[in-house]
């Protein structure tokens, strides 16, 4: 059986659920924002053995039967509506927090991917070192909350050719991707309210989007500079006529260079963003632990969906 931790927003979770239905894999889905009021827990050590746990509202799970997990959207674990003082409320959901971070970790399950390498790997910061000492190219790069540094960086680069971006982008908290021109240069004293990642500029022939499943890559290019704002095609994946991708490969020495990359973080998945230059530089700029590959099939055909569902069935009968 194949632990699916995500939720029913997770456009990604039903194609993956029907390919695995298609090719006979039985999964159970688990929505961690339901714990602890609808789904309950246990873990039982003892000098024999250890026992894995889930009470859902419809069955019980025994996480021993489970050979494989996907770690795709886990939501922050929900609060119990009988506690209503704030106090005893956040105090409740600490310790659910406690239990549970100790739980997913424990069990005996291999992960697509394990949680605590998805949380470390996200962080902007251990990518770039990372990626640079397997031998990727990345670009100049300043993570700064220091006025005084953001300066000192974009004059050296020059003004026009840094970009700004930050860590995180929602839709209730949109940021696109940014050249630093002289109004941002202004307000560069905001810097000190939060961190922000300053980036020289990489011209590109294409953006390309890697999606490594696996030992599995599907390399798309995204001709971003077709586009009318040509630094982030985000903004233009739900327009008319969205954004052309086609396939494409990479040099062997790309390649080598992600999958040790993905290994170096303990990954089985990422959803790689680099940027090809003009000059055919391959330019490393970030990976997605836990990326979305969606749009990416839909335009190209690459069949993303069947190899997760193949790389967990696999997984799992290993």
Known sequence: MILLVSHDDDDHLAPVRSELDRIGSEAVVVDTSRIPAEIAMSAGH?????SWQLRLPDRRIDLAECGSGWWRRALPNGRAPEIVDPDESSWALNETYEAMTGFWEA????WVSPPRAIETSMMKTWQLPTARSVGLDVPATLVTSDPDDAREFIDRVGLGRVICKAFSATLDHWRETRMVGAPEYALLDAVALAPVIFQEFVPAEVDLRVTVVG???FAAAIHSQELPYTLDF????????GVRMTPTTLPDDVVEGLLRLLKRA???????DLRRT????????EV???GQWLFVEEVTGQPITAAMARLLTDLDET
């Open 46 to 50: 003892s000098p024999s053995g250890d």
């Open 107 to 110: 069990l005996p399950i291999t």
């Open 215 to 217: 030992e599995e890559v």
């Open 234 to 241: 985000r903004l233009f994946l739900d327009a008319p006529g």
């Open 266 to 272: 303990g990954l089985r998945y990422g959803a790689i």
């Open 278 to 285: 003009p000059d055919g530089r391959h330019v490393f700029l």
């Open 288 to 290: 997605n632990p836990a």
